[in-house]
């Protein structure tokens, strides 16, 4: 079965640099959602999408930013890169379908590296 | 903030059923008990959810106490596979985000 795709798996930037990171749903799945995870931490919500209009905002810093496109998927991208911005970064889908519990599918994951 | 409470970690002997708590005593009547576990670094994934009465699938258990305060996830015959941190999740129904709190690491020995 298709899952959800992120790329890239690994990506290693400088400080200030800036950082463009995809997320392709599965088939289907009108919601995205991206988390963020940092070294020792659990995941923390940054932001989602439904039908490619922003429909939950978390933590995300004002540095990032994030659209869903006309095929939905779904781009992160981070600005003015700090070290603290170091995780891995989760894009999850799902599909609005209450007969499904809303499950969340996982992609697996981005290593942000930043130096 | 996460609304509920979980034990950091527990151990469990393999092929024994592994019974993992969680409090939730600020739950309002239209959330869910979600379940969700993460192996090492991979995504995050969905093992089960409930309202209120009790649910089974293919992976686990969901038992919710009748004042929906509390809940266990039972893995009947844990594996080695199943050493993971496990997250109890309480949420609206919806497309709405999961809100995961500390968890409870799960150590499954031989």
Redesign the interface.
């Known amino acids: 079965a298709a899952g959800?795709i992120q790329s890239p798996r690994h990506l290693i930037k400088e400080k200030r640099e800036t950082a463009t990171l995809k997320c392709y749903p599965i088939p289907r799945h009108?919601?995205v959602?991206w988390?963020q995870q940092g070294p020792g931490q659990?995941?923390?919500?940054l932001i989602?999408f439904?039908e490619k209009m922003q429909?939950?905002k978390?933590s995300i810093p004002d540095r990032f930013s994030a659209q869903q496109f006309s095929d939905y998927h779904s781009e992160l991208n981070m600005s003015s890169l700090e070290l603290g911005d170091s995780a891995?970064y989760?894009c999850?889908s799902?599909v609005?379908d209450?007969l499904r519990?809303?499950?969340?599918?996982?992609?697996?994951?981005t290593r942000l590296t930043v130096l | 903030d996460a609304k509920t409470t979980q034990p950091p970690s527990m151990d469990c002997a393999e092929g024994r059923a592994a019974n993992l708590p969680c409090n939730h005593s600020t739950i309002s009547g239209n959330e869910y008990v979600y379940w969700y576990r993460q192996i090492h670094s991979q995504g995050p994934q969905y093992i089960i959810h409930g309202l209120k009465n009790n649910e089974t699938n293919e992976m686990a258990s969901l038992i919710i106490t009748e004042d929906r305060k509390s809940s266990t996830l039972i893995l009947p015959h844990a594996t080695l596979r199943d050493t993971a941190v496990y997250y109890c999740i309480v949420r609206l129904s919806g497309n709405t985000p999961l809100v995961f709190g500390k968890g409870t690491r799960l150590s499954v020995i031989a």
């Open positions: 959800v009108d919601t959602y988390y659990d995941p923390q919500f989602s439904y429909s939950d978390g891995l989760f999850a799902s609005h209450y519990g809303y499950e969340q599918f996982f992609g697996p994951g």
